[in-house]
């Protein structure tokens, strides 16, 4: 249980789970076998469960390769991309962990099941082998959500959750962090910012936050200039940030046009994803765009009140309430739905747009509840396994909810019913209790029913 700031991370699109997760196992995968990298001649991919059966619509098994390259997500770019895919599949040869070119056959190096691994939904098995074909070394990796890996040692290791923390400023539920807030006489933002002081410095941890909105910024504008009009992927779907780029730079004296704002922050950044750009995860890929889309509303709203000080409280108050999602439930829709992608990134959205406005830390977890009370369960069922419909536009309503969440909060006279907590908890119970056709599987929902009825 460390720092919170791996909570928005710099990657490519377009799932956390299907594509940072599974390349950065591959990158662990090649520190691990290091040591004998001499001896090793091939290696082998294999895909389970729901990196299975969505792996090649969300690019899982590029992304693997693009791992065991020894590429990291940082260095990434569409020349360095193509280049080793096109080695890999055209060539039939990978450069593995950076050094060692070996042999590589798609067709039998990479292998899709049906079926699941027994501790997450979103399990893979990296394997090499030598010359004559003995194993050398073999390792299960878990993508747990928001591009966070694990073993299985390191899944099944709870005892190391009960530990009592030695920090001084610590949290693990809303109710911890509301205490803090009152012992200390400090914001949420204040107490995120105390809270990763036990990690890094002050200095940094304000240059990450504004690293990582000067990427959010950047996604928005590469989705709204795209280089191709089309995103990748069999449903050839057309991208719509330029219109409404157009259309939103033009002046309008319609009342709703806020409305269409968001929508387009939120389109804009939820396409660049669905093309494989680089965006930020936040807390996952699929979710990307909710928390720039609400940041960039404020942007818009505030004019010359907006400041790196807000961006920087913004980011805090909403890597607090996301890191309350990841500890207690998941941020995974292979584990739980999209409830714990788009719902979890409108709570930290909607607790951190309350906080710039001025909220208690009480009226900011209530923000935070109220927008993830009403994504209760919310499946996740892609069309044709990409990262599009319903995808794209759900992160614009995410952001919308956020914004409503958020005011809700603030105008609300009466003490709310429902703690963040209690919804938390619901919505990790809610994704248990859901069927695996609605958990990334692409097995029912729209994903079923698309093109089905004419
Ligand atoms: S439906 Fe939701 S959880 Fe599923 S891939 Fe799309 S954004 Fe992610």
Redesign the pocket.
């Known amino acids: 249980m460390g720092s919170n700031l791996s909570i928005f991370k710099i990657g490519v699109g377009p ?1 956390s789970s299907h594509t940072v997760g599974p390349m950065l196992a591959g990158n662990l995968f090649c520190e691990l076998i290091h040591p004998q990298l001499e001896v090793i001649e091939r290696v082998k991919i294999e895909l389970y469960g729901s990196l299975s059966l969505t792996g090649k619509g969300h690019l899982t098994d590029l992304a693997c390769i693009l791992g065991l390259n020894g590429i990291k997500a940082q260095e990434l770019t569409p020349s360095l991309k193509e280049e080793v895919l096109n080695f890999a599949m055209q060539e039939h040869k990978i450069k593995l962990a950076s050094s060692k070119e070996i042999s590589f056959f798609y067709e039998e190096d990479v292998v899709f099941y049906k079926d699941f691994l027994p501790l997450h939904e979103n399990g893979m098995r990296l394997s090499a082998y030598s010359k004559d074909g003995k194993l050398i070394c073999q390792q299960v990796y878990y993508s747990i959500g928001g591009g966070f890996i694990a073993t299985e040692e390191e899944l099944q290791a709870p005892a190391k959750k009960e530990n009592v923390s030695t920090l001084q400023i610590d949290f693990s539920s809303a109710k911890d962090l509301l205490e803090l807030c009152e012992k200390y006489q400090k914001s949420v933002a204040e107490i995120s910012m105390e809270f990763e002081k036990q990690f890094h410095t002050q200095e940094d941890i304000e240059a990450y936050c504004l690293e990582i909105w000067k990427a959010m910024q950047e996604s928005y504008r590469n989705g709204c200039e795209p280089t191709s009009s089309v995103l990748p992927g069999s449903l050839k779907l057309k991208r719509r940030a330029p219109e409404l780029f157009k259309k939103h730079t033009s002046t309008t004296s319609d009342p709703l046009a806020l409305v269409d704002s968001v929508s387009l922050y939120a389109i804009a950044i939820a396409e660049e994803n669905g093309a494989g750009g680089k965006v930020v995860t936040a807390p ?1 890929n ?2 990307c765009a909710v928390v720039p889309a609400v940041l960039l509303y404020l942007e818009e709203q505030l004019k010359e009140r907006f400041n790196s000080k807000v961006v920087i409280d913004f980011l805090l108050t909403a890597m607090a309430i996301g890191s309350l999602y990841k500890k207690n439930a998941s941020i995974s ?1 292979a584990e739980a ?2 409830q ?3 719902g979890s990134a409108s709570s930290m959205a909607a607790g951190a747009m309350a906080m710039i406005m001025g909220a208690t830390p009480a009226q900011v977890c209530s923000a935070a509840e109220i927008a993830m009370e009403h994504h209760l369960g ?1 499946t ?3 069309v044709a396994g990409l ?1 599009q419909i ?2 794209i536009e ?2 614009a309503f995410g952001a919308i909810k956020a914004i409503s969440a958020a005011r809700m909060a603030m105008s609300r006279e009466s003490d709310p019913k429902v703690g963040l907590d209690e919804v938390i908890l619901t919505m990790y119970q809610t994704g248990k209790d859901m069927d695996l056709k609605y958990k ?1 599987t692409s097995l029912g929902g729209l994903a079923k029913t698309f093109g089905s009825v004419c």
């Open positions: 799932s996952t699929g979710a829709g739905g999209c714990a992608e788009i919310l996740c069922d892609p990262v319903p995808c759900r992160n990334e």
